[in-house]
């Protein structure tokens, strides 16, 4: 398969790039099905995918999925302030700033060399309001003033899991308070069997928002595979009909559990804390030779 992508890539007179940045090797293969679209990958593992032509286009599923709730926060086209935790190519900054114009977002990437290659190799339209702080998440986090985000997304992956510090109460005081009343916080979380961490992570954000909904691939929640889950929560209502029938119309469908149901999932698991937090697990050896995140 990936030489396939390579050569059809070739043929259209693109060639892929790669530099060592401080999480490993990035490199940025062409998609052959998408004249001016890439994919990023870091130590071979794929982080995001950018079409240069079609910034609304999101490719990987749990993208689509945030994507979704970017366009549920507030009115179609109407401006909004978002915070992202995790930069990778900038894709979901750039969802959101051809999709809202006149948008005002922060980017905190710790990572100043990987976003210095996507910057030179993919860059960004003038006059988006698009800011990048090399730091990070959870410094970058306490720099951002009280009430100012209508969004917090965190995207944050090092070797391909999430930082232990990320993932915690006290984390999460830190996020509402960056949020203006009726917020939206979205995670990006990946886990496998037996989703111990995943279900730690909900039953976290459960104890900080009073709503909150999961979504992802139905293999994943049943714990048959490793996979990306999207936790949206506020503290007021979530559109959970609208992000169900959304997700269920994805090209790879997805299922949404709130309620009862994401009770019943998260089960006993406990509020992790700064003091017992670990990373996310490692993904399976392969699992990326198989499938697009």
């Given amino acids: 398969m990936g030489r396939q992508r390579r050569s059809a890539a070739a043929r259209q007179g693109r060639e892929a790039a790669a530099e060592q940045v401080g999480g490993g090797l990035a490199e940025l293969l062409p998609d052959p099905d998408r004249p001016q679209a890439w994919q990023l990958l870091l130590d071979g593992a794929p982080q995001s995918h950018v079409d240069l032509a079609d910034p609304a286009h999101l490719d990987f599923s749990y993208q689509r999925r945030i994507g979704h709730a970017i366009d549920l926060l507030a009115p179609p086209g109407r401006p909004v302030r978002v915070l992202h935790l995790g930069g990778g190519a900038l894709t979901l900054a750039r969802y959101t700033a051809a999709t809202r114009p006149r ?36 410094a970058g986090l306490a720099r951002v003033a009280d009430g100012w985000a209508d969004l917090v997304v965190a995207d944050v992956f090092q070797g391909a899991r999430t930082p232990a510090h990320l993932g915690t109460a ?123 995140s």
């Fill in 170 to 292: 006290e984390f999460l005081t830190e996020v509402r308070r960056t949020l203006r009343p009726g917020g939206w916080y979205a995670a990006n979380l990946a886990d496998g069997p037996p989703l111990a961490h995943l279900r730690a992570q909900t039953a976290t954000v459960r104890d900080a928002f009073a709503e909150l909904c999961l979504t992802s691939d139905p293999a994943v929640l049943r714990g048959k595979r490793f996979g990306n889950a999207v936790l949206l929560a506020a503290d007021g209502p979530l559109p959970t009909t609208e992000l169900t029938r959304r997700a269920a119309g994805d090209p790879h469908p997805g299922r949404l559990l709130h309620g009862r149901d994401l009770a019943d999932f998260t089960g006993g698991a406990r509020v992790v804390t700064d003091a017992t937090a670990t990373a996310s697990p490692a993904p399976p050896a392969g699992v990326f030779d198989r499938r697009r």
């Fill in 103 to 138: 948008s005002t977002q922060q980017v905190v990437e710790m990572d100043t060399a990987l976003t210095a290659f996507v910057r030179e190799h993919l860059p960004l339209p003038d006059g988006w309001r698009i800011r990048v702080r090399g730091t990070d998440a959870r």
